[in-house]
């Protein structure tokens, strides 16, 4: 099947005469003018591309097919990982279980509650009956201390901005509390059910709310059933912008534990406020941005952390809040060769999540630090949950590999014995398939991780067409999952690889560092470097492999197919950051600069025009084919980047080779995507590669 039956005529992408001086640097940005997503002009411009675009893929015959083998697939029972919540009395009285189920095709999850795990669940609140076209989903939730109460957010279209509500988990009725303007924020409740702790925004401009810079957040408490005019200041710095707030209630009810973020460096302060004191202040235990401390518990006045000071794989620390100087901080579990994730108490143990080799590895101590065992895993996969509180003995996670899809486990404590709580039943053998790890060397000689599924049948003939998807940033860590999505990819003779290139968190924070700002090169490099060792060990050659990547990933895959071209047979950048020289004007943009630099910063600056997107796409060159995917509202990495990307990279364009870009509408940067919508979008993204790759199916 050719590429293409006729060359493409794309829209015309005007170009105005922008040119701005940065520390002596002229650069032209013609494209400006797409930065306005409501304009007439932009909206003319995304309706013509959306209508090359939908008219390419309408035309590609397997795309049906595959579509309708994605919703096949797709319909089988999901269910979330159980938590339980309220107070353990003799008769169980306010002791609640609490999960996600999705029957198969819905397009959000359902949040169901129970009294004990024999019961018939009951409906809390199904998102579906929000919207008709579930495009307003539930974004986040806390229950109060006696689960009586939920207080739930809603984002609509995908969008940053959520709304807060509280229900009455008995009746499932809404009270009349109505929170608005809230951003990067979760709710925790004071243990006498009277209200919770949010941080939110000042109210923005209606028209600019999805472009706006978001600043100066503040950390308030809600008094139910007052209106949030009324809320309480906790806590707020007019001297620091860009700072963030994260409030959260300790198990005892005695502190209120204030997190301080400043964009998305993983290091950050701690402070706490004393919550049975009406007038204490708010204590600073740490005023540092020296390292990340993730709080844990507490054992009165000595609060437990897990923390990269001093050691970037993680390490667990005990700080007597009464005694806090330093040199009497006390190391409780110390770094191991394998990254520290995260930790939890549960029956009076720590337990420790690692990720070795980037799978994940789980193991129990004792509160001094004591060895006690290892939980044994079904396999090489990711494992997550172990929620719950301080004596639970009892305990759910799931765990998922590239070919097993979500399984919920009860964990038992005491016995140390998983058994099965909930097994979805897809329709695939998962015998069929195989997945190996293995290590390559980057440009520098650095021993980089892959892993590899496809049928066990493929032949290493240099003639697979092989999907190479990556991230590599924000200390962000790549596991193995499962997905309908690439299953259906793999059952058309597919390969997939997915490196943990450098910026990642896999190996901790020196691993996360060594792809930061002026070593971002590394992340790409890692990732050609993947490409060439495919190719090398004959999984597949430069026309059959496409790559892929979302965000930060899209950035990834818009700077390797402009340094390199000549290496790709197709590429699909997703919601990408694609122009470094203007990504902290908008929205949380500025909260990347801890990652990237900022092109205000003379010595950062050269680093970013390197490799910026943008910037580095070359007149008539012939680039892979190329589908570009991005959401007219999507208020995180605004669309201007893609929409941009796309003006310039269709008029440099010197091949027959497809360049496209597929504009989603009422949607964002993905959280809370409808079930419906992200089927069209994978149908779409292999029916393109089906034809670009020229895959027989």
């Known amino acids: 099947m050719p590429s293409s039956k006729k060359p493409l005529t794309y829209p015309s992408s005007h170009k105005s005469n922008q040119v701005d001086n940065y520390h002596s640097t002229l650069v032209a940005d013609p494209y400006r003018w797409l930065e306005d997503p409501d304009s007439e002009e932009t909206r003319a411009w995304i309706e013509a591309q959306n209508q090359v675009t939908f008219g390419y893929l309408s035309e590609i015959p397997t795309r049906e097919k595959i579509k309708q083998r994605l919703t096949k697939l797709w319909d089988y029972e999901k269910y979330g990982i159980p938590f339980k919540e309220g107070e353990s009395l ?17 397009n959000q999850s359902v949040l169901y509650t129970l009294k004990t795990l024999d019961d018939q669940p009951k409906v809390l609140l199904d998102p579906n009956k929000l919207s008709e076209d579930g495009t307003v989903a539930l974004s986040g939730l806390s229950i109060s201390e006696d689960a009586k109460l939920l207080a739930y957010s809603l984002s609509a279209s995908g969008s940053d901005w959520q709304e807060w509500k509280v229900r009455d988990v008995e009746t499932g009725e809404d009270l009349q509390d109505h929170l608005k303007w809230i951003k990067f924020s979760g709710a925790s409740w004071t243990h006498d059910n009277q209200g919770f702790f949010y941080s939110r925004y000042d109210e923005p401009n209606e028209k600019t709310q999805l472009e706006d810079v978001n600043y100066y957040q503040k950390l308030y408490y809600h008094q139910l059933g007052k209106p949030q005019s009324e809320d309480a200041l906790i806590y707020h710095r007019p001297d620091q912008k860009e700072w963030g707030f994260s409030g959260g209630v300790t198990e ?11 964009g998305t460096d993983s290091k950050n302060l701690v402070f706490f406020k004393d919550l049975t004191n009406p007038n204490a202040e708010v204590v600073e235990l740490i005023n540092q941005f020296e390292a990340d401390y993730s709080f844990i518990d507490n054992d009165d006045s000595v609060f437990y952390f897990r923390t990269d000071l001093n050691a970037p794989r993680g390490r667990v620390i005990a700080i007597d809040s009464k005694n806090p100087a330093p040199e009497n901080w006390r190391e409780i579990i110390p770094q191991s060769a394998e990254t520290l994730e995260s930790v939890g108490i549960l029956n009076n143990q720590f337990v420790a999540d690692y990720l070795k080799d ?9 509160l001094k630090g004591e060895f006690i065992r290892e939980v044994e895993l079904p396999g090489l996969g990711s494992a997550g949950g172990f929620g719950g509180k301080r004596h639970d003995t009892e305990t759910f996670y799931s765990f998922t590999s590239f070919t097993t899809p979500g399984t919920i486990y009860r964990y038992d404590m005491v016995t140390g014995k998983s058994t099965i709580f909930r097994q979805p039943q897809v329709d695939f053998n998962p015998n069929d398939y195989e997945t190996k790890q293995i290590f390559y060397h980057s440009k520098d000689g650095t021993k980089v991780p892959m892993f590899i599924t496809h049928k066990k049948s493929i032949k290493l003939d240099g003639n697979n067409p092989t999907y190479l998807y990556a991230y590599g940033g924000f200390n962000a860590s790549m596991t193995p999952g499962f997905s309908v999505s690439l299953l259906v990819w793999m059952e058309m003779g597919g390969v997939y690889a997915m490196p943990n290139i450098r910026g990642g968190g896999e190996y901790g924070e020196e691993w996360h560092q060594a792809g930061m700002k002026d070593k971002k090169q590394n992340v790409f490099d890692d990732f050609i470097s993947a490409a060439e060792w495919l190719i090398a060990n004959k999984y597949t ?18 700077a390797c197919i402009t340094q390199r071209p000549d290496l790709f047979g197709a590429a699909l950048p997703a919601v990408g950051v694609m122009d470094m020289l203007r990504f902290h004007k908008f929205t949380i943009g500025w909260a990347w600069t801890s ?29 892979p084919a190329t589908l570009i995917t991005t959401a007219d509202h999507d208020d995180r990495v605004v669309p201007a980047h893609s929409f941009k990307f796309a003006a310039a990279l269709q008029e440099a364009h010197a091949g027959d080779a497809p360049t496209l870009i597929r504009i989603e509408t009422k949607a964002g940067h993905g959280a809370g995507k409808p079930t419906a919508k992200i089927i069209e979008e994978a149908a779409d993204k292999w029916a393109f590669l089906v034809r670009t790759l020229n895959v027989e199916v």
């Open 90 to 106: 003799q008769d169980g009285s306010t002791e609640r279980y609490f999960y996600f189920k999705n029957d198969g095709l819905q």
């Open 358 to 366: 980037a799978h994940s590895q789980i193991k129990i101590f004792d």
């Open 595 to 623: 990652e990237y630099g900022s092109a205000d910063n003379p010595e950062e600056f050269p680093a970013l025009y390197t490799y910026s997107p943008l910037h580095n796409i070359k007149p008539n060159t012939a680039y």
């Open 252 to 262: 005892d009810g005695r502190y209120l534990i204030i997190s301080i973020w400043l």
């Open 541 to 558: 050659k430069t026309e059959k492999l496409a790559i892929a990547g979302g965000s930060n990933g899209g950035l990834l895959v818009g």
